[in-house]
């Protein structure tokens, strides 16, 4: 955004850009700030103290940088202003891989969502989802029959957990399961930040006949607060660019695709 681009946007969407200015550069100076947003850094340094509050952000001398810890879960609203790009085209490659009459199951999550959205048009096709937002973009899809597991509803996440979504799965075989991760390491495996949306996606795992993972770059060689599952559980990685070492050498190893949108 240059200085003759420049429009008024409110404060929450404001933070929400702020913090994957944050994410993508790890560090960045209120100057920075300021200019990209076109407000003073008065304006930013009191965003700052707020988002600090929250423990969003950490504040430093003359900038700010990211002070997120494992348990930290980044809303949906601030995931889906996040590498929207990337998020785009891997949904677009996942969808390639699900064939006329298959049965899949579509974890929450906003790269899972651009799987949704690349479906739209296909026949013959059960998707189940603990998503309310997937579920409500397939709702009206002819030749597709929708189903959504039940549970409790998360606020904020609109993910269906507890004992009523995991059980879903019990009665149910999948040919593809699509799920997100907050984080895939060589060593930690596959992780997430929620406990309860951890079970649900171990209940899904169970039930899979192949399982995809699909998740930008920014998860590469992280590790959230819970583990889904080991490498080993998977079989197919889509993401949008090759991920860099150990990572890489573990999933090569253990005979797991890559797959680069």
């Known amino acids: 955004m240059n200085k003759k681009t420049r429009y008024i946007i409110d404060k929450e969407t404001r933070h929400c850009l702020m913090m994957a200015a944050v994410e993508q550069k790890g560090t960045i100076k209120v100057a920075e700030l300021a200019d990209q947003f076109g407000v003073t850094e008065a304006t930013i340094r009191r965003d700052l103290v707020e988002l600090d509050s929250k423990n969003l952000v950490k504040r430093v001398h003359g900038g700010v940088t990211n002070s997120r810890g494992r348990s930290y879960e980044p809303t949906l609203t601030f995931r889906n202003t996040v590498n929207i790009d990337k998020k785009a085209r891997i949904g677009k490659l996942a969808a390639e891989l699900v064939n006329e009459g298959d049965c899949i199951a579509l974890d929450i999550g906003s790269t899972t969502y651009e799987v949704a959205n690349n479906l739209i048009g296909k026949r013959n096709l059960t998707v189940i989802t603990p998503s309310f937002p997937i579920a409500s973009r397939l709702i009206n899809q002819p030749d597709?029959?929708?189903?959504?597991?039940?549970?409790?509803?998360?606020?904020?996440?609109?993910?269906?957990?507890?004992?009523?979504?995991?059980r879903t799965f019990d009665i149910l075989y999948v040919d593809l399961?699509?799920?997100?991760?907050?984080?895939?390491?060589?060593?930690?495996?596959?992780?997430?930040?929620?406990w309860d949306d951890t079970l649900v996606k171990k209940a899904m795992l169970k039930r899979a006949k192949k399982v995809v993972i699909v998740a930008d770059s920014s998860k590469h060689n992280r590790i959230a607060a819970f583990l889904i599952a080991p490498l080993e559980k998977i079989n197919i990685l889509i993401t949008d660019q090759e991920p860099s070492s150990p990572l890489k050498e573990a999933l090569k190893e253990l005979n797991i695709k890559i797959m680069v949108a």
């Open 177 to 194: 399961l699509f799920l997100g991760v907050g984080g895939i390491d060589a060593k930690g495996g596959l992780t997430e930040y929620n």
């Open 144 to 166: 597709l029959c929708l189903v959504l597991t039940g549970g409790i509803v998360r606020p904020g996440e609109t993910s269906m957990v507890g004992e009523i979504a995991q």
